[in-house]
């Protein structure tokens, strides 16, 4: 590989890591697509999300017996699901449907877009505490994951 090609390349990947150079809302191309795939593209990256929240936190609660192994494999699915680009399922003013979607997520696209990173950062977090097989920084970092839904859907969800 040549040097230049090297340094591309991380670059590149610092850009995708970081979330740098990502679409703006205008961007997002529905290429074809209606408001309607658009929201359920969005509300099932949601249900992924809610699937792996869940059964964590049965165990967090105690609704269910702790299982280490179950705790670490929905963490790293999370994880996973948070990678998956969310964003491109909203693009501008997609509306036109049952939707919980508000309108600043149009008019404050940046802060949208933050609000995301942090839940992705998060869940990375969540990881490494799992990985770290500290259960109480787990339980932690799950509950600062559950912040980040929160946090988003507070601004940006009817
Ligand atoms: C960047 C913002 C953002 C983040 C982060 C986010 N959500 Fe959402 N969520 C939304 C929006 C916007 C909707 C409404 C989408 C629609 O109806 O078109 C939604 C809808 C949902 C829904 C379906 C509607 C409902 O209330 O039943 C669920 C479930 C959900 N989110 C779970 C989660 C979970 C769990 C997380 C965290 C792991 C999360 N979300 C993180 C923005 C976000």
């Known amino acids: 590989m040549k040097i230049s090609t090297a340094v591309f390349s991380a670059v590149m990947l610092c850009a995708l890591l970081t979330g740098?150079?990502?679409?703006s809302a205008q961007d997002i191309?529905?290429?074809?697509?209606?408001?309607?795939?658009?929201?359920?593209?969005?509300?099932?990256?949601?249900a992924v999300y809610?699937?792996?929240?869940?059964?964590m936190k049965?165990?967090?609660?105690?609704?269910?017996?702790?299982?280490?192994?179950?705790?670490?494999k929905h963490a790293r699915e999370l994880e996973h699901a948070t990678r998956l680009d969310l964003l491109e399922?909203?693009?501008?003013d997609s509306?036109?449907?049952?939707?919980?979607?508000?309108?600043?997520?149009?008019?404050?696209?940046?802060?949208f877009?933050?609000?995301?990173?942090t839940m992705q950062e998060r869940a990375a977090a969540l990881v490494a505490a799992v990985e770290s097989r500290d259960k109480d920084a787990a339980?932690?970092?799950?509950n600062e994951v559950g912040r980040a839904c929160g946090g988003c859907h507070d601004r940006f969800k009817d």
């Open 113 to 117: 877009e933050r609000k995301y990173q």
């Open 95 to 111: 509306t036109d449907g049952f939707t919980g979607a508000l309108p600043e997520i149009w008019t404050d696209w940046a802060g």
């Open 89 to 92: 399922g909203f693009p501008a």
């Open 139 to 142: 339980r932690e970092a799950f």
């Open 50 to 55: 809610a699937w792996n929240m869940d059964s």
């Open 58 to 72: 049965a165990m967090v609660n105690g609704d269910a017996k702790f299982n280490a192994k179950e705790f670490a």
């Open 20 to 23: 740098f150079g990502a679409a």
């Open 29 to 46: 191309s529905l290429e074809g697509k209606s408001d309607k795939k658009a929201i359920e593209y969005r509300n099932a990256m949601m």
